[in-house]
């Protein structure tokens, strides 16, 4: 790579030699330090590339071989430059643009972050636009070390920081704590479980049977097999304290919890209007070229056109974007695209009896799907089609075994105070008839 760029850089000629004494042409051209590359037969004559300098060598082995020299081609930079000397602007255009991309390559223009799982990117993107670091900056006003201890210093789960310039990307690699940070939100959420000295019962949501119960946190109130109506309470918060002649003299309260399955019937209904509105689309087709260059935009043309119509008043806009990278590694703020709008109107269509049987059986079965992913097991569906002149529909009803159980609020129980005063009198006086 390196060779061809300093051989069209010097610039170098593609000669044709002809005659009887090609061979001793070349061995001359050996002799004398002349070097050949890229040597081919070319309708019974030699073909080989020569730098322009040693061109003007040949004078002597020309006439001693008896041969001929015709140039085929030239090639390199200085008989492009030769080629267009009297074009002015166009040089004048690659000088700017050279200097353009110089400047450019002197700022941020990417700042690519890694590592982080507790914290977003905005976090930390909008505390180091807070700190003046962010795209668009010099890069010689990026101070990396400070950047890695501010991090650290900030954000207390980050344990180690890199950050570094690659081109005009600023790459920073983060390390949280992660074991610290789940120890953290779990202790956080066992205090607020105490901190809830207000009951919680497990009630039903539907009516059904329960066909399992493992209980986890309070006293339950139904058992396998029993039927169960909606608001029931299945596991009760507040557990009672009973002393030893099983009087109840407190209450714990706690927060039900327990795995309840029971089989429940779920009702199911979709209905299908007659009628659907479908997208027509024209041959109208309006496309924009444009170049974003930072937050400019320039573009050729409008899209969207001065007067609408009927045939103009929708549409839909497709954008293909394409930014602006050298060498995968300078990331510069220019990209460039095309905008491609599509006009459509509205059309009302009716549903076959076969579209909507194929509508209505593909969304029960979705149904379904949707259900199995939550964990419900189907045991029977009874659900049927139903079509005609106007709205299909699909009606009917789904058992299922599912988990059921949603928390409320707990009553209360307060208990009696002579209950509590006659237990104390009962213990305080135990000995009095001692005779």
Excluded at 56 to 72: D, E
Excluded at 293 to 308: H, N, R, S, V, Y
């Amino acid at each position: 790579m390196l060779i061809r760029l300093w051989r069209y850089t010097r610039g170098y000629l593609r000669i044709r030699i002809t005659g009887s004494g090609t061979e001793r042409f070349i061995n001359g051209c050996r002799h004398r330090n002349i070097r050949l590359w890229n040597l081919q037969v070319v309708n019974g004559a030699y073909e080989v590339n020569m730098f322009v300098c040693d061109f003007k060598k040949l004078k002597t082995i020309l006439r001693k071989t008896g041969t001929k020299v015709t140039i085929v081609k030239r090639i390199g930079l200085p008989f492009f430059l030769l080629r267009y000397r009297r074009r002015k602007l166009f040089f004048t255009g690659c000088v700017l643009c050279f200097a353009l991309l110089v400047m450019l390559t002197r700022f941020i223009w990417d700042i690519d972050l890694s590592g982080n799982q507790i914290y977003t990117r905005e976090q930390i993107l909008h505390y180091l636009e807070n700190n003046k670091v962010h795209t668009g900056m010099v890069k010689s006003k990026v101070n990396c070390g400070k950047i890695a201890a501010d991090l650290r210093r900030n954000y207390k789960n980050i344990i180690w920081v890199s950050a570094s310039i690659d081109g005009n990307r600023l790459c920073i690699r983060v390390r949280e704590n992660m074991d610290a940070y789940r120890s953290k939100t779990k202790k956080l959420t066992e205090n607020r479980k105490e901190k809830a000295v207000s009951p919680y019962d497990l009630v039903a949501d539907t009516d059904g049977v329960i066909t399992e119960i493992v209980p986890r946190e309070g006293i339950p109130r139904i058992r396998k097999g029993k039927k169960i109506r909606k608001g029931q309470v299945l596991v009760s918060g507040q557990v009672p304290v009973k002393d030893d002649s099983q009087t109840v003299i407190d209450y714990q309260y706690h927060r039900a919890d327990a795995d309840i399955k029971a089989e429940v019937t779920i009702p199911y209904k979709e209905v299908l209007a007659n009628s659907y509105a479908k997208k027509v689309y024209g041959t109208i087709k309006k496309k924009e070229d444009y170049i974003r260059i930072a937050d400019w935009q320039f573009q050729t043309g409008d899209i969207f056109p001065e007067k609408q119509t009927e045939q103009t008043k929708k549409q839909e806009i497709y954008i293909t974007n394409h930014p602006l990278c050298l060498f995968d590694r300078i990331k510069l703020p220019v990209s460039y695209g095309t905008k491609t709008t599509v006009f459509y109107r509205i059309s009302q269509k009716n549903h076959t009896t076969k579209e909507k049987q194929q509508l209505l059986s593909h969304t029960f079965s979705q149904y379904c799907r949707d259900l199995e992913k939550k964990g419900v097991e189907i045991l029977e569906n009874d659900v049927k089609i139903y079509t005609g002149s106007g709205n299909a529909s699909a009606r009917g009803t789904i058992t299922a075994v599912r988990s059921i159980g949603v928390l409320r609020p707990s009553k209360i129980k307060k208990i009696p105070r002579n209950s509590k005063s006659q237990q104390g009198e009962n213990i305080d006086g135990h000995d009095g008839n001692s005779h």
